[in-house]
Nanobody, 120 residues
Framework: QVQLVESGGGLVVAGGSLRLSCAASGTIFSINYMGWYRQTPGKQRRLVAGVTNGSTSYADSVKGRFTISRDNAKNMVYLQMNSLNPEDTAVYYC???????????????WGQGTQVTVSS
């Protein structure tokens, strides 16, 4: 079994910062990719940022404001969010492509989500 657990969401005033963390645990053999998505009511879940093999990618709307980083030794991924604005309000989900130590296949896993609310 593999679990992704997010933390660090909350309420912040526009212009402020938050740092999200996601910890992967369980029968992990390797993690190919880790990323963050966000979703607002009635909308599709959208990619915010991802990191794989040291290469990062960002949605245009967060470039220059958000930074994704990964600690491979701890199986963790972080999202530093600066200059937040009300449009960043969403539930943020951690996502990972993980090969377990039980079987050779790679599966996609999701965290439970953490709410980020930015007030104007």
């Amino acid at each position: 079994q593999v679990q992704l657990v997010e933390s660090g969401g909350g309420l912040v005033v526009a212009g402020g910062s938050l740092r999200l963390s996601c910890a992967a645990s369980g029968t992990i053999f390797s993690i190919n990719y880790m990323g963050w998505y966000r979703q607002t009511p009635g909308k599709q879940r959208r990619l915010v940022a991802g990191v794989t093999n040291g290469s990062t990618s960002y949605a245009d709307s967060v470039k220059g404001r958000f930074t994704i980083s990964r600690d491979n030794a701890k199986n963790m991924v972080y999202l530093q969010m600066n200059s937040l604005n009300p449009e960043d309000t969403a539930v943020y989900y951690c996502n990972a492509l993980i090969r377990t130590s039980v079987a050779p296949q790679t599966y996609q896993y999701w965290g439970q989500g953490t709410q980020v609310t930015v007030s104007s």
